[in-house]
Nanobody
Framework: VQLQASGGGLVQAGGSLRLSCTASGRTLSGYVMGWFRQRPGKEREFVAAIKWSGGSKTYSDAVKGRFTISKDVAKNTVYLQMNSLKLENTAGYSC???????????????????WGQGTQVTVSS
């Protein structure tokens, strides 16, 4: 599975961005698509994930209520709509996918064998 992330950029605090992650190479039935982020000097952090079949979603507490993950099956694409962005949301955002994850495992980056290249989000004051 190959993943291509896009949509990052520079935005003012309080603004919005939408990230996209398009998968190719196979169908995603039974897969989970996740978004993770990493700030300089920090460990990779879970943001949100969605089950391709059924659409069950999970979010980190830090983004719940501000970020929304969604999918477009026809385009094999997952989106991360980020609203009310904060300075601390500045990070490199990566999408990842793995097969057969149960809900409790969705925040665990080690469960995802396939990763995209990441897209930078910078929130300014």
């Amino acid at each position: 599975v190959q993943l291509q992330a896009s949509g990052g950029g520079l935005v003012q605090a309080g603004g919005s961005l939408r990230l996209s992650c398009t998968a190719s190479g196979r169908t995603l039935s039974g897969y989970v698509m996740g978004w993770f982020r990493q700030r300089p000097g920090k460990e990779r952090e879970f943001v949100a994930a969605i089950k391709w079949s059924g659409g069950s979603k999970t979010y980190s507490d830090a983004v719940k209520g501000r970020f929304t993950i969604s999918k477009d099956v026809a385009k094999n694409t997952v989106y991360l709509q980020m609203n009310s962005l904060k300075l601390e949301n500045t990070a490199g955002y990566s999408c990842a996918t793995g097969q057969g994850l149960i809900t409790s495992s969705m925040p665990d980056p080690t469960k995802y064998p396939y990763w995209g290249q990441g897209t930078q989000v910078t929130v300014s004051s």
